[in-house]
């Protein structure tokens, strides 16, 4: 193999190796596959054009182009002309693509679900990466920078892996860097051949007395030896140093202890929290519809829609456990904690997602009963959450949920006995880091409580009226423990805050909590459906009673509605009842969402338009497709597929004109005469023999002849149009040739006959003999600028001379 080829492997594998830190960041990992096929076409082609051999620009170029075709044709085939060209909608595609991948990682912690966003993230950047690797180490020869697009993207993975990337990705990507570096050395010592051709030690291979071959082998092995011994050591000291360096031990091992989890039967969920993006979601100027329901609720305050509940709490964020997951079943087992006692109402409610909200957890109403919905959606027990699967997400979901409305009593829970002791454990944690100010706070807040409840109860009027509390969502989050300690200090923030707050002062006082993000109930429409919007998305603190369960508090001020159970009230019929859903409420709701468009921005936010329309309805304004935007677009298609032709087709047009219809007068035939012979000149050039301006006609066509290997008629061809131009440059009496189409056609034929294969298409894809088109622009910009510099020189003389002119009156 030769040397480019080794180096061209050499890249490819080291881009794939580095590629493997971001494995652990995307389940599952299929991306990869992909991710390798493009990256050696890519290779590939970068190969054969350096074969042929194309110029560095353009081999960068042509991979461009064909990474572009294979991107297209994977993520954007049904958009793209005739499945592969890139047109305005397939490009629309790529960006609406890339926007939901960019949304899906600011919402997702790693392992993030396989979406089609984040996957045509991954794909593309490892193919960036590795053309980048490409063009600096093997099309430019210089393997050692291309470390850094190497390092760049294990950073990348690094960075945004929770703990530090493993040592093992650290230990593959170094080992393709090495790699690449051992097939650069090989080929740069090859070219040496037995350079290092010093005297041996005695004995040794390569000395007289030695059973080596020759005297140079044994020094250039020592070489690759040692350039591998000082390879790993290096990987031995990055990998050790910190190990012992306190200082980085959150780095490439990670913090102790931390880790996927254990994988239970049926799989895993990982640790996802949304609230990453809940602020953001808050923020937003203008609310746009996520969900539609219509449920046979009376009372629709409660009705939560609960995505993902946060039980650990480490000092630095709330996260959701890592757990065994399942099939769905056709019951939901009975809620943990939850007594006959207690009052339920079974609720039934049938919902539809926008087409534009992508999340990998159904929102439902807590707790569920049942769920009917398609899909490859699974189970988590403990939280009673249905997670997405392979890429499962809410994305213009249909389903139909069946809940209960869990109705205790102040005084069941007043009365509940203690949390069993398993439980009570694991969701009473608090982390050594927590401030002593949270818990003394909570105990001054709870003064005078006689049990969990009133205790629960205390701490919510607090957040919400008696605390002097202020709703703002401008306030940056923070999860941490410090964040908790001055947001109780400063007394403003919003639902992340107090839910936050609540839960871990609850846990403080030994009552379980943990957090549930998801969605307010939304408003009603003039059609009887709910309207979910993004302003609606919330969190809020569960606290767990035996009895009732996990059961919802409402600290935040001016959100939500404050349960019943926690305000004053008198007892109320039979302790447990199970209402039937009414048949009227099972109607499949409205069309699916989507945001009214016929209001300005402004009236939007001020709440001056009413209700939204329902999504899913055509949001065409009826202005059609920008047509400038489409021209620009297809003009820049048209420039990246023809800008790697550009050299073949300016070739072309230059031979047709030379060529082209003879002229009517005998200074036409000259002319012609000459270009024929330039253009036997530049084919010959195009060949690999360089011109000669300094040569008469007759040595050059010998030079030709003899340099390109000509024989026969096109070799006769050749002195036949150089006997023409002698004859009309210096005859007194110029008579212009004939059939120099015919005899150019003989010579263009000779040089194809005896070329090679690779130097057929360099003449064909990238002629030498366009490089004129420099050396013209050269000449006319000199042209040009010494014309306006006689000119202004001119100009200056003028005027200075009107100036320096003597008065009639001087004398």
């Known amino acids: 193999m030769s040397g480019r080829g080794r180096l061209t ?87 609406a693509l890339f926007q939901a991948g960019a949304g899906d990682v600011g919402t997702y912690a790693p392992p993030a679900p396989d979406t089609d966003g984040i996957r045509l993230m991954v794909v593309s950047g490892v193919l960036l990466i590795g053309l980048l690797v490409d063009t600096v180490a093997v099309t430019f020869r210089s393997a050692a920078p291309a470390g850094l697009p190497l390092l760049a993207l294990y950073s990348v993975a690094a960075g945004l892996s929770e703990g530090g990337a493993s040592w093992i990705w650290f230990l593959l990507a170094a080992s393709g860097y090495l790699l690449l570096l051992l097939a650069e050395s090989r080929d740069r010592l090859s070219q040496w051949g037995r350079v290092f051709g010093g005297a041996a030690r005695a004995g040794g291979p390569g000395t007289p007395g030695g059973s080596g071959g020759g005297g140079g082998g044994g020094k250039a092995l020592a070489a690759v030896r040692t350039g591998r011994r000082i390879g790993v050591l290096a990987m031995g000291v990055a990998l050790a140093v910190p190990a012992v360096l306190p200082t980085l031990s959150g780095g490439l091992f990670g913090a ?51 995505l993902v509940a946060l039980d650990q709490f480490d000092g630095t964020s709330w996260k959701s456990s890592v757990r065994p997951i399942q099939d769905v079943p056709e019951r939901l087992p009975r809620p943990a904690g939850l007594s006959d006692q207690v009052r339920t109402i079974e609720v039934t409610g049938n919902f539809v997602a926008s087409p534009t909200y992508e999340q990998k957890w159904l929102p439902m109403p807590f707790p569920a009963d049942r769920v009917e919905i398609g899909g490859r959606w699974r189970y988590e027990p403990t939280g009673r959450m249905l997670v997405g699967d392979d890429g499962q997400n809410t994305k213009g979901a249909r389903y139909t949920v ?57 701490l919510q009027d607090w957040f919400t009226t008696d605390g002097g509390f202020r709703y703002d969502v401008e306030v940056e989050s923070g999860t941490g423990v410090q964040a908790i300690s001055r947001f109780l200090e400063r007394r403003e923030g919003f639902c992340v805050h107090f839910s936050f707050s609540m839960a871990a002062m609850a846990r403080s006082l030994g009552i379980p909590a943990r957090v549930a993000v998801g969605f307010m109930p939304g408003s009603r429409q003039s059609d009887g459906t709910m309207s ?48 039937q859903p009414s048949t009227s409420a099972s109607a499949t709701p409205s069309a699916a969402p989507r945001t009214s468009e016929s209001c300005p921005a402004q009236m939007r936010r001020q709440g001056e338009c009413g209700q939204d329309e329902p999504a899913g309805a055509d949001a065409s304004d009826g202005g059609g497709t920008d047509l400038l935007t489409v021209a620009l677009v297809a003009l820049g298609v048209a420039v990246v597929l023809l800008l ?51 040569m008469t006609p007759r040595r050059t066509a010998a030079r030709i002849v003899r340099l390109g290997s000509l024989e026969g008629e096109p070799a006769s061809a050749v002195h036949r149009v150089a006997r023409a131009v002698e004859q009309v440059l210096y005859a007194p009496q110029p008579r212009p040739g004939t059939g120099l189409v015919d005899e150019v056609a003989l010579v263009r034929s000779g040089f194809a006959a005896v070329a090679s294969r690779r130097v057929r298409l360099r003449a064909l894809l990238a002629p030498r003999s366009t490089v004129r088109v420099i050396w013209r622009a050269s000449s006319w910009w000199s042209a040009t600028t010494t014309a306006w510099g006689a000119r202004r020189d001119t100009l200056t003389a003028r005027v200075t001379a009107r100036f320096q002119r003597p008065s009639r009156h001087e004398g």
Do not use: C
């Open 644 to 694: 790697p032709l550009s050299p073949f087709l300016y070739r072309s047009r230059v031979r047709a004109r030379r060529l082209g219809s003879p002229g009517r007068t005998a200074e036409d035939g000259v002319a012609r005469t000459l270009e024929a012979w330039q253009e036997i000149n530049d084919t010959a050039w195009d060949h690999g023999v360089v011109p000669d301006e300094s």
């Open 9 to 95: 492997l050499g890249a490819y594998a080291a881009t794939l190796m580095a590629a493997g830190a971001l494995l652990p960041l995307v389940n599952p990992s299929t991306w990869i596959f992909t991710a390798a096929f493009l990256l050696a076409l890519q290779s590939g082609v970068g190969a054969l054009t350096r074969r042929v051999p194309l110029a560095r620009p353009l081999t960068v170029a042509a991979q461009l182009v064909v990474t572009l075709l294979a991107l297209t044709l994977v993520f954007a085939r049904e958009e793209a002309l005739l499945g592969v060209l890139p047109g305005p909608q397939a490009f629309e595609r790529f960006a």
């Open 402 to 458: 069946t809940s209960l409305d869990v109705r205790p009593t102040a005084q069941q829970l007043a009365a509940a006995p203690p949390a069993p002791e398993a439980l009570r454990t694991e969701y009473t944690k608090v982390p050594d880091s927590l401030p002593l100010d949270v818990r003394a706070t909570a105990l001054q807040v709870t003064k005078g409580a006689r049990n969990d409840y009133e205790r629960a109860v205390k």
């Open 532 to 579: 979910v919007g993004i302003r609606d998305a919330h969190a809020w603190p569960e606290l767990y009673f035996e009895g009732a369960g996990w059961t919802r508090f409402e600290p935040t001020p001016s959100r939500g509605s404050t349960p019943e159970y926690t305000r004053e009230q008198s007892p109320s019929g039979t302790p447990s009842e199970s209402a």
């Open 256 to 306: 102790p202890g931390e880790g996927p989890g254990d994988r239970g039967k049926g799989g895993t969920i990982s640790a996802v929290n949304p609230l990453v993006s809940l602020q953001d979601n808050l923020r937003q100027p203008e609310d746009r519809e996520v969900l539609r329901y219509r449920t046979n609720a009376t009372d629709t305050s409660g009705m939560y829609l609960r």
